[in-house]
């Protein structure tokens, strides 16, 4: 594995070559870290580690904590991230940053059991394992304390799971496990880096059978703080789940659009009922119920399904008279192929069924690209500063 070394003589430090980097994800776990520093230190021994901490900007400051650690201990780094969200891209990042030939993945809050670190690590050379999951639900391993609600969730989390990861792991949710760093760079491409199922993501991006160890732990209950998990979490999930069943096919965010434009359909018919009773032609009670179909499709789509492009203030009003030109446009489409298809198959319901899903893609294709773009960072290439000149 190991190719060449950073040796001594080169760089005039004798530092033992790094074996394992332990990642860990955080947002709010001030109270937790150091205790965490030191277990993993208690459990690795004499195994050359680092960890890295990789912090969204903790309103509790855990990145502070983290540094003053970092300043009495070489091994410990802190990743802080501004403007940026999310356990799994957390994880993403923090592996990039790694450079042990073999990475850990663990939660900050102790509820998972970093006394098994040496085994896994210890399994993953002895089984030849790419990937070891600390496992709750092989034998050995429990899921703790749980409530009903949870349990079940996680039950039918993992079913789930387990079925897009090839029942290669008895623990696809777990957000506990160790594999070799030419795995990650194998698959770090494919990965969709959303929500809090990175394992999983990894798992169904390698698109082959992996060499997959286990080792069984009982979650614990967390430490200090509270847990992050919410309905996005779960939402966020689901879409992954689809976006990976339908090998990439479907994106989830077309899924959520679709839902929208479902809801947007009842909130038209509603308007347009209420303008009808107010005498209205129909042609025009249509076209106001249009308008208010597309500013409610507008104000979901913004608040959910582009949620992490969220437009703003002026943006915002911006974004929604585009999405209006567009979705007009989207409606000519729809009445186009629609009549087409009704002349083709003299079906209508097919034909019906043809002219949305025209609208819709078109709508989504086009909003997708134009209304709310991705933010690119523009890659200014900066000429190097004369004479202590500020470059434009
Ligand atoms: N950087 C960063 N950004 N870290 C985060 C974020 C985030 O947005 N959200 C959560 N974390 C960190 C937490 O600070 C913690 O260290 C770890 O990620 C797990 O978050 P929790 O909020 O404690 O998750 P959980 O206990 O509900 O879920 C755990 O168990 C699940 C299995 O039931 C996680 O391990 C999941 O990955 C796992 O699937
Ligand atoms: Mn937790």
Same mark, same amino acid.
């Given at each position: 594995m190991q190719t060449e070394m950073p040796n001594a003589e080169r760089t005039g430090v004798l530092a033992p070559l790094k074996k394992l980097s332990v990642v860990v994800p955080t947002f709010n776990e001030r109270k937790n870290i150091a205790r965490l520093v030191a277990a993993v230190g208690d459990v690795l021994g004499d195994l050359p580690w680092e960890m890295i901490v990789v912090d969204d900007d903790s309103p509790d400051g855990t990145y502070e904590e983290v540094r003053r650690l970092a300043m009495g201990d070489p091994r410990v780094r802190c990743i802080r991230r501004v403007g940026r969200k999310g356990l799994s891209s957390a994880v993403v990042e923090g592996a990039m940053a790694a450079s042990a030939p073999v990475i850990a993945v663990m939660d900050a809050?102790? +509820?998972?059991?970093?006394?098994?670190l040496r085994k896994m690590y210890d399994s993953l050379l002895d089984e030849d394992a790419e990937l070891v999951v600390a496992t709750?639900?092989?034998? !050995?391993g429990t899921v703790g304390d749980w409530n009903a609600a949870r349990a079940g969730m996680s039950s039918f989390a993992t079913w789930a799971g387990q079925f897009l990861a090839g029942?290669?792991?008895?623990?696809?949710?777990?957000g506990f496990f160790m594999l070799r760093r030419s795995l990650f760079d194998e698959v770090v491409h494919n990965?969709? +880096?959303? !929500?809090?199922k990175i394992l999983l993501d990894i798992i169904a991006s390698a698109g082959r059978p992996l060499r997959v160890a286990e080792v069984p732990y009982t979650f614990r209950n967390r430490l200090e703080g509270e847990s992050k998990i919410s309905p996005m979490v779960i939402a966020q999930y689901a879409f992954l789940l689809v976006e990976k069943l339908s090998k990439d096919m479907v994106p989830a965010r077309f899924v959520l659009f679709c839902l929208v434009g479902g809801l947007g359909l009842i909130v038209h018919m509603l308007a347009l009922g209420i303008w009808e009773r107010t005498g209205l032609a129909f042609v025009d009670a249509q076209i106001a119920a249009t308008g208010v179909a597309m500013l409610f499709n507008f104000m979901l789509n913004n608040e959910f399904t582009y949620r992490e492009r969220r437009l703003k203030g002026s943006a915002r009003l911006k974004g929604g008279v585009v999405f209006g030109l567009v979705c007009s446009i989207g409606a000519l489409a729809n009445l186009g192929v629609a009549e087409m298809a009704l002349n083709a198959t003299d079906n209508w319901v097919l034909a019906g069924v043809s002219g949305a899903l025209m609208g819709g893609v078109f709508n989504f294709a086009v909003s997708d690209n134009v209304v709310w773009l991705r933010k690119r960072r523009r890659a200014k290439l900066v000429e190097p500063a004369v004479n202590g000149a500020v470059p434009a």
């Open positions: 809050d102790f +509820q998972h059991d970093e006394t098994i709750r639900y092989s034998e !050995g029942h290669q792991t008895s623990d696809p949710m777990s990965l969709s +880096q959303e !929500g809090y």
